[in-house]
């Protein structure tokens, strides 16, 4: 059982990956491998985008390439071209030999992993409490957000046409109104035997 974790951001999918976790649930996190792959994938990321966007050590400025990939549509899908074939190949290698397990990725779509997923648990939380959150969290501001919600408009735009099992998760509230559909959820891995209480 692979169970897909999305949603778009502050919407609770890192929330729910914790969760899964404390009950023993194998979680990969996709959007760190993206930092991973940043990495891993350097030499190629200068040549796309140019020395601009090292540090003064010599690594990949996450900020530095944020800000030329957010402005461009077609520099942000040079850097997935990149980025993504590496990703995916961590999530199959990873899920081979779990039983059951969970991949959080906002760009569960976008990655072409909707179809290794069995289930998908799909984060939603309205626009002005996800500007709250990120104000809170990240203290970042609501232009900023916008911007970064701008860029994941395409999140939920085909999970529920993909065929797959799709449950909503409404996180408009407090975190026991979240940890309670979690643990329904959970309660029905149980029932179905894909994981032993």
């Known amino acids: 059982m692979v169970i897909g974790l999305t949603g778009k951001s502050c919407a609770g999918k890192d929330e729910g990956a914790r969760f899964l976790s404390s009950k023993g649930i194998a979680v990969i996190d996709v959007d760190r491998l993206g930092h991973e792959a ?12 140019g020395e601009g966007i090292l540090d ?20 942000l899908e040079i850097l997935n071209g990149i980025s993504h074939p590496w990703m995916k190949e961590k999530v199959v290698s990873f899920i081979k030999d ?3 397990c969970a991949v959080n990725c906002a760009l569960l779509e976008k990655m072409d992993l909707v179809n290794l997923c069995d289930e998908i648990l799909y984060f939603y939380a309205p ?5 709250q959150r ?3 969290r990240d203290g970042i501001g609501r232009e900023a957000f916008l911007r970064r919600n701008e ?12 065929g797959k099992k799709v449950i909503t998760i409404l996180n408009d509230s407090d975190k026991e109104y979240l940890y309670r559909q979690l643990a329904s959820y959970y309660d029905t891995l149980l029932s179905r035997g894909y994981i032993y209480g």
């Not at 860029?151 to 993909?162: A, D």
Request: no cysteine; proline share 0%.
């Open 127 to 131: 626009l002005d409490i996800r500007i």
């Open 98 to 100: 779990k039983s059951v």
């Open 56 to 75: 003064a050590e010599g690594n990949v400025n996450r900020r530095a390439l944020g800000s030329i990939v957010f402005s461009s549509h077609e520099k």
């Open 134 to 136: 990120a104000e809170k």
């Open 38 to 49: 940043l990495a891993v994938n350097r030499d190629r990321l200068v040549a796309a985008f």
């Open 151 to 162: 860029s994941q408009n395409e999140i939920g735009t085909t999970l529920f046409e993909s």
